[in-house]
């Protein structure tokens, strides 16, 4: 998956715990992306950055954070997990601003 | 809101048969991409065409665009059984890539 690794594989927690989703690249690519997967909505944008620190919002980034401290890292924090929220989460990276992303094997976010 | 709207939802044939796909969308693009995903993995890109091509082609795959009715194509010739997945068109709007909600593809063999 061009070096993008996604932790944990799985997740369960209760509603109203924070929870950080980690992505790790070793492409140096310049942006990345957190995107939401949920039956019959396709891929909704979170969050993305466009450098260490240079992060913005997507259509859906009420209840979530993001951080890029280096360009190897981005990670995406639930502040206080609700149900809603319950989604596969996958994380993309890219050279040029949205062309050719490529996507992390995703994070199964169960909140019970 | 989706941007990008496949059609079919779900298709399925028979190995060795074409399979063809559309994308529909609203707004004027910079670009439109189409993307695999195969059951329980990320998206892997596929083909990226440019808002001033009308075609594409990538080994079996070939992709038109016609910007005048605001839709795109995906043909898969001759399909085999590692074909099945879902397919994703993504266009590309200033600063946005918007996703579709997917085409289920199954080959049978």
């Known amino acids: 998956d061009a070096g993008i690794t996604q932790s944990p594989r799985h997740k369960v927690t209760e509603t109203g715990t924070p929870v950080t989703l980690r992505c790790h690249q070793t492409?140096?690519?310049?942006?990345m992306y957190w995107y939401r997967q949920d039956p019959g909505h396709g891929l909704r944008l979170i969050h993305y950055?466009?450098?260490?620190?240079?992060?913005d919002k997507g259509e859906v980034s009420d209840g979530y954070s993001v951080s890029r401290s280096k360009t190897e890292d981005f990670l995406l924090t639930l502040e206080s997990a609700t149900s809603s929220q319950t989604s596969v989460y996958f994380c993309?990276?890219?050279?040029?601003?949205?062309?050719?992303?490529?996507f992390g094997s995703g994070t199964q976010l169960s909140v019970l | 809101s989706q941007q990008g709207e496949e059609d079919p939802q779900a298709l399925s044939i028979q190995e060795g048969e074409n399979a063809t796909m559309n994308c529909s969308y609203k707004?004027?693009?910079?670009?439109l991409q189409w993307y695999r995903q195969n059951s329980g993995r990320g998206l892997v890109h596929l083909i990226l065409?440019?808002?001033?091509?009308r075609e594409k082609h990538s080994g079996r795959l070939r992709v038109t665009l016609d910007t005048s009715k605001k839709s795109s194509s995906l043909l898969i010739t001759a399909s085999r059984a590692a074909d099945t997945a879902s397919y994703f068109c993504?266009?590309?709007?200033?600063?946005?890539?918007?996703f579709g909600a997917g085409t289920t593809v199954t080959v049978r063999a």
């Open positions: 993309a990276i890219s050279e040029t601003t949205n062309e050719k992303l490529f």
């Open positions: 492409e140096n690519h310049r942006y």
């Open positions: 950055s466009y450098g260490v620190k240079d992060t």
């Open positions: 707004t004027s693009i910079n670009n």
């Open positions: 065409i440019r808002s001033n091509e």
């Open positions: 993504a266009t590309h709007i200033d600063y946005k890539l918007s």
